[in-house]
């Protein structure tokens, strides 16, 4: 879960986890809030230390990656 400010010269400084309830108040403010899709654990590493507000794992992976017609074949061990 990302969690960071904004420092000097645009610098990301880590403080605590963007919530459901931190999520809901940039909502209220009319916020920007970014998000994106990863297919596994790894990117999902990288998309978190980058600050992104949300992220969303999920099966898609199974057509994107791995070639699939469907994310049915999708296993929770190939997320993570």
Known sequence: MASYLQGDAGSQIRSKPVT?????????????????TCYDASFT???DRCGIDTILVGDSL????????????VS?????
């Open 62 to 73: 199974g057509m994107v990656c791995q070639g699939h017609t469907s994310t049915l074949p």
């Open 76 to 80: 929770l061990q190939d997320i993570v």
């Open 20 to 36: 459901i309830p931190v999520l809901q108040g940039m909502h209220d403010k009319g916020e920007k809030i970014a998000m994106l």
């Open 45 to 47: 590493a990288l998309l």
